[in-house]
């Protein structure tokens, strides 16, 4: 079955940096784009960025923009997202998803991992 | 401030039909599909609509979603006390080159 199970969150301090993993298996990940989306406690959900599936094409969310850097490894299912200078803004559980392309929408999703930044 | 909009809040009492908006612009609903995402409290978001009205499988045909212009809505019939969730809707916008989430609206079972 489909599993997006994210990890590397925890607390860190302002402007420090820290990695976040997507381990994707269950489906032939080469052929998906994968998404971060992230939700701030008691907040909405805020779109953080985008690899499309050979992993030269990203997007960036202006507000990460610069600090953020999302990698892939097809090799070995995986995702990545570095997380650098990092402030209080960024607390927030940190979503992965899957997206196949052709206008399916993010129809996997991981259950998360939290990142706190605080002192 | 997010390019597309919905409103905060929406309720019914069961069995009734409500209906769900989200605006936006001429890059994003305008010129893409708009996506539905449904979050249940202390889980991850589901799929709930794509290609703005499309329904994966396993989404039961009480939701149904629409577009028209730089509108979109969802609509959920027979509304049942499991509907309680934070209903998303998101398209791609254009102009930003970004995935963009409306606020969210929380839908009440009275």
């Known amino acids: 079955q489909v599993q997006l199970v994210e990890s590397g969150g925890g607390v860190v301090q302002p402007g420090r940096s820290l990695r976040l993993s997507c381990a994707a298996s269950g489906f032939t990940f080469r052929s998906f784009g994968v998404h971060w989306v992230r939700q701030a406690p008691g907040k909405g959900l805020e779109w953080v960025a985008l690899?499309?599936?050979?992993?030269?094409?990203?997007y960036y969310a202006d507000s990460v923009k610069g600090r953020f850097t999302m990698s892939r490894d097809n090799s070995k299912n995986m995702v990545y997202l570095q997380m650098d200078s990092l402030s209080a803004e960024d607390t927030a559980m940190y979503y992965c998803a899957r997206d196949e392309g052709g206008d399916t929408g993010l129809d996997y999703w991981g259950q998360g991992t939290l990142v706190t930044v605080s002192s | 401030q997010s390019v597309v909009t919905q409103p905060p809040s929406a309720s019914g009492t069961p069995g009734q039909r409500v209906t769900i908006s989200c605006s936006g612009g001429s890059s994003n609903i305008g010129s893409n599909h708009v996506y539905w995402y449904r979050q249940l409290p202390g889980t991850a978001p589901k799929l709930l609509i794509f290609?703005?009205?499309q329904r994966p499988s396993g989404v039961p045909d009480r939701f149904s979603g629409s577009k028209s212009g730089t509108s979109a809505s969802l609509a959920i019939s027979g509304l049942r006390s499991e509907d309680e969730a934070d209903y998303y809707c998101a398209a791609w916008d254009d102009n930003l080159s970004a995935y963009v989430f409306g606020i969210g609206t929380r839908v009440t079972v009275l």
């Open positions: 290609r703005s009205n």
């Open positions: 690899t499309w599936s050979d992993g030269n094409n990203k």
